[in-house]
């Protein structure tokens, strides 16, 4: 169980992942029904964020209404930053196999992924792990485990 957890992506403002084991004793799942994006999700086991199809924009609606309606787990005080590993699949990754792609980076606020002469993407020191690049990418090249 706790494995399965710590492989999954937390909810930003949250210090330590494993906290997030006592979200699965909250009825209000408030912080689920605030997010604009869309991407907090729930299961009997874990909450955690889903990038398939939308990023974080870090409104701190879901730290708000946790602290307001709920366990009072997620933290206001902390950075826009998620607790994530985030890497690029080479194998898939149009751009590192000659083929002209960016939508990664046109999707990136931080501008936080390096392209050499247009191809070869590297993530930056500089990415919040937001996952907007992860919901865009066409061959699902971008890969996030949480931490
Ligand atoms: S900061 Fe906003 S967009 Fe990000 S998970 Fe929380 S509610 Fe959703
Ligand atoms: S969007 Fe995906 S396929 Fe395109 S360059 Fe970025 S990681 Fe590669
Ligand atoms: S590279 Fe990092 S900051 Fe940029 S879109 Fe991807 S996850 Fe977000």
């Not at 005080?77 to 994530?84: D, G, R, T, V």
Request: aromatic share 10%.
């Amino acid at each position: 169980m706790k494995y399965r957890f710590t492989k999954s992506i937390p909810l930003p403002y949250c210090k330590d992942s494993r906290i997030l084991e006592s979200c699965i004793k909250c009825k209000n799942n408030s912080c689920i029904d605030v997010c604009p994006q869309n991407i907090i999700k729930k299961d009997n086991y874990k909450i955690y964020l889903d990038f398939e199809n939308n990023g974080c924009i870090f409104c701190k609606k879901c730290a708000i209404a946790c602290n307001e309606y709920s366990l009072s787990l997620l933290d206001l005080n902390l950075e826009n930053h998620i607790n994530a590993n985030i890497s690029i699949n080479e194998a898939k990754c149009l751009a590192w196999n000659k083929i002209l792609c960016s939508y990664c980076l046109d999707a990136c606020e931080t501008k936080s992924i390096k392209f050499y002469n247009m191809l070869y993407p590297e993530i930056l020191e500089s990415c919040s792990k937001c996952g907007m690049c992860k919901s865009v990418c066409p061959t699902n090249a971008i890969v996030f485990r949480g931490i």
